[in-house]
Nanobody
């Protein structure tokens, strides 16, 4: 099993920066990929960025390319999201996600953090 805890959310002004962190615990060596999703009020949850744990390959939503950077520290079991040039439309609850395999099978499981609020406003 994998447990995720997010931190780093807060209030920032447009154009500002914020760094989110996600700490994984449990069977961290079973994790294949981690990512950040966000959900704004009345909107569906969307993928913001993801990263493969082993190779480090990344994927970004078009709306955040060039502004957000996802990274991971394998030894610490953490994934971070550096958010620059923040816009009002980035306001949402941001959730950490992990894809991992079961200890005795090849079935892929999914874990979610509880979310951290990011508000971009003047």
């Amino acid at each position: 099993q994998v447990q995720l805890v997010e931190s780093g959310g807060g209030l920032v002004q447009p154009g500002g920066s914020l760094r989110l962190s996600c700490a994984a615990s449990g069977s961290i060596f079973s994790i294949n990929a981690m990512g950040w999703y966000r959900q704004a009020p009345t909107k569906q949850r969307e993928l913001v960025a993801s990263i493969a744990i082993f190779g480090g390959n990344t994927n970004y939503a078009d709306s955040v390319k060039g502004r957000f950077t996802i990274s991971r520290d394998i030894s610490k079991g953490t994934v971070s999201l550096q958010m620059n040039s923040l816009k009002a439309e980035d306001t949402a609850v941001y959730f950490c996600n992990a894809l991992w395999v079961g200890p005795s099978d090849d079935i892929e499981y999914e874990s979610w953090g509880q979310g951290t609020q990011v508000t971009v406003s003047s």
